[in-house]
């Protein structure tokens, strides 16, 4: 008999201790406790399984620890027990061959990295399947030297790496809408993902061109059918652009813009155009179709605003999130995401009640410069109803405004950026549903 | 005609600013240079191609950019021309069935993530497929309660991420030998990945269960054929150990564990036991198969130093590495990794010289605390040959000791924890081996 089936079979009935004195850890209404409550101290059974019956006196050795699995691989892929965690690809519409989008599933994952076979994707003609070595990268326009760099050259230039958000501006667009969505915080919010991003500088690249003293604006054009382009302000791309080449570790995954993209950290994500084959200095914007017909943002008075790029500071909750059911009555854990363009995240207040009273969230270490942070606060659900909301701050003190603040500011006919806080409620039977407060 | 057609039919020939003046960036002997240079300065034209000829007029629009590709998926996938980047599962072994391990691919990565699909493996039963539904971790020996936690369970446990690097003891066990192994960065150092881990703190589960005054041992169990177990002191295992669910951000991969593993910051891989069903407390530790027959130090007499956990401070140059071949003069990134199972790396030297002179090299501002740290210098090889070693210091002051220093002190019989400097040399023809100095 092994040591393991020794001591399952010691295994007795075991009394949890489901109901700790937890009043004066209470920080705000309707069951927010203290985020102290998070290391090191006993959380009262939350979630632990007794070890009998089943797990007892009925257990036996299953089929996997008794003969040996298939060995080591070349490329690893996920457990089939998980082959649920998709990005969600929409339908295809045959008007639009190739575009569309697809969205993280954002409520089963934890952690900051996105991997990279479930970072969100929004083609505008599919993805092109490029050969690098019939690939290149123009710089021209406004230069003193137009160059051309083919991937076995770009591979030879010095490269930083960067863990940062990438969100597409129409993320969230859904909340615009009079009527409440009923979905997902993938459906709703799943267009937003993070990764370690390693590149050359755009500024190296520049400075081998030389960028001639009237130039203001770098353009950037995709190699897809699409030709996507978008117009950058120099000082931009000089500061922390990356001419993008792996991402979390690997080479870039062709939707994501394989052999090479644009990533611009903290902006709107169609300007880290993917596929990048040319990079044009000029004086003025190009005015490329998707800087007019899309990507502006439409007034009140129907005036179009351009180049609005930076997203604002924004915190979805991620757990529990709609569509999903709370099954017991008990200790949960709050849990979400917190970024911002302009920064790093300092702060995140979650409220039970609506927005009525409001508690501080723990913050992951990790939290860094334009990344994704995790938050994470204990609850304690015992059947009533609860809207639950997050707020974010990011360290130059912008604040994550509420839906009815972002929609005086933006109008009625806004579509992109939206940054509110979102607002989950939780009927008395479980059940968690997007709504407005 | 799209712009992009215009723009390459206007580039015209183009004269590389290809000896820009150097001297003056010598920082050591041999063609190593300042790591200023990797930022913001011209690089003299290092890899750059020339926009005419090939990429001029006999630019012709790629079939890619003139026809939508495919739509959004739900997982992706590299693309097909890097199908040659791979971690290298060896041949098996008939008589250790699913035995052995795979490599990550360290020459051809960039950054510091690895990628889940890429992450290194040790398996010694092969690759259990563990259904999570049938699958429990049971927490017993010397506690107050014995407990069981099944998958759905420890998911409402509070989590917490670290992007910390792990490392097989047995990684580039072969420059042990006597003669230097005619190997890659991946077959000589590749047991060795970075990831974002994310679980529950071990302390969390060992508070609900209560440890017993007297335990002063953990012993982590897998659920695999081989019923791999370490044992961990109880200091350790309330220190920093998860109990880790997530990798980069999406459930453990089968080979790295899944649904649950142990993860022991900077300590030998093999204590981070996968497929984790067992924690058992004790009063000494648990004598397992691993940590008798196996993952000991043999000394120079011939007795075993059992427990011999910490990784030491160590770095590995991945480019220019093993196999490969320089194929042109001029300037080049060497490039490498760098970590300490102690902390974070807080200086890397490099010589191109075997050890006569060093330059310090740039690391990327991601270095943290037990993760791989990236270091970079730009070196103009013009046709002498080299050898390029690296070398590393942690922030406790400690340094990566040279071959002979550690074969001093490990003695002759030595296999676990090589940590020593590496030397690549450079023929004067370009070709790169390794070799001892």
């Known amino acids: 008999m092994s040591i393991r089936e020794t001591d399952v079979a010691e295994l007795g009935a075991v009394e949890p201790n489901l109901e700790p004195s937890t009043t004066d850890l209470m920080v705000a209404g309707n069951g927010l406790m203290s985020r102290r409550l998070l290391l090191g101290l006993g959380l009262g059974g939350a979630g632990l399984?007794?070890?009998?019956?089943?797990?007892?006196?009925?257990?036996?050795?299953?089929?996997?620890?008794?003969?040996?699995?298939?060995?080591?691989?070349?490329?690893?892929?996920?457990?089939?027990?998980?082959?649920?965690?998709?990005?969600?690809?929409?339908?295809?519409?045959?008007?639009?061959?190739?575009?569309?989008?697809?969205?993280?599933?954002?409520h089963q994952l934890r952690g900051t990295i996105t991997p990279n076979g479930l970072h969100f994707e929004r083609h505008h003609a599919g993805v092109p399947e490029i050969d690098p070595a019939a690939?290149?990268?123009?710089?021209?326009?406004?230069?003193?030297?137009?160059?051309?760099?083919?991937?076995?050259?770009?591979l030879r230039y010095p490269m930083v790496s960067r863990t940062q958000f990438l969100e597409c501006s129409g993320n969230s667009g859904a909340l615009f809408?009079?009527?409440?969505?009923?979905?997902?915080?993938?459906?709703?919010?799943?267009?937003?993902?993070?990764?370690?991003?390693?590149?050359?500088?755009?500024?190296?690249?520049l400075d081998e061109a030389g960028v001639s003293p009237e130039a203001r604006w770098v353009s950037a054009v995709g190699a897809d059918a699409a030709s996507m382009g978008r117009s950058i302000p120099l000082n931009k791309a000089v500061d922390d652009v990356l001419v993008a080449l792996f991402q979390n570790g690997e080479p870039l995954r062709p939707e994501q813009g394989y052999p090479v993209r644009l990533f611009?950290?903290?902006?709107?994500?169609?300007?880290?155009?993917?596929w990048l084959t040319q990079i044009k200095l000029s004086k003025e914007p190009s005015q490329f179709r998707d800087e007019t017909s899309k990507y502006?943002?439409?007034?009140?008075?129907?005036?179009?605003?351009?180049?609005?790029?930076?997203?604002?500071v924004k915190s979805i909750i991620t757990s529990p999130s709609g569509k999903m059911q709370l099954q017991t009555h008990g200790l949960y854990q709050i849990e979400g995401l917190a970024w911002s363009g302009a920064g790093s995240i300092s702060k995140v207040e979650?409220?039970?009640?609506?927005?009525?009273?409001?508690?501080?969230?723990?913050?992951?270490?990790?939290?860094?410069?334009?990344?994704?942070?995790?938050?994470?606060?204990?609850?304690?659900?015992?059947?009533?109803?609860?809207?639950?909301?997050?707020?974010?701050?990011?360290?130059?003190?912008?604040?994550?405004?509420t839906r009815n603040q972002l929609l005086a500011e933006k109008g009625a006919l806004a579509f992109y950026h939206f940054n509110a806080q979102q607002c989950w409620d939780v009927s008395s039977n479980g059940e968690v549903k997007n709504t407005y407060v």
Chains 1, 2 share one sequence.
């Open 49 to 106: 399984t007794v070890a009998s019956g089943a797990l007892g006196a009925d257990f036996s050795m299953p089929v996997w620890s008794k003969q040996p699995g298939p060995g080591p691989s070349g490329y690893g892929q996920p457990s089939r027990f998980v082959a649920d965690i998709q990005r969600d690809p929409g339908r295809a519409n045959p008007l639009y061959p190739g575009g569309g989008a697809s969205r993280t599933p954002l």
């Open 135 to 154: 690939h290149a990268v123009f710089i021209n326009g406004l230069v003193e030297r137009p160059l051309a760099f083919d991937y076995e050259s770009l």
């Open 177 to 205: 809408r009079d009527a409440a969505v009923d979905g997902t915080a993938q459906s709703i919010n799943g267009l937003v993902s993070c990764a370690e991003w390693t590149g050359i500088p755009l500024s190296v690249l």
């Open 264 to 274: 611009v950290p903290g902006w709107e994500g169609n300007v880290s155009v993917k």
């Open 296 to 312: 502006t943002d439409t007034l009140a008075d129907r005036s179009s605003l351009q180049f609005t790029f930076p997203m604002g």
């Open 350 to 401: 979650i409220s039970a009640d609506g927005g009525a009273t409001w508690a501080e969230a723990a913050i992951d270490a990790q939290a860094g410069d334009k990344s994704l942070a995790r938050f994470r606060l204990p609850w304690r659900w015992q059947g009533n109803s609860a809207q639950l909301i997050s707020r974010a701050t990011d360290n130059y003190g912008n604040i994550q405004p």
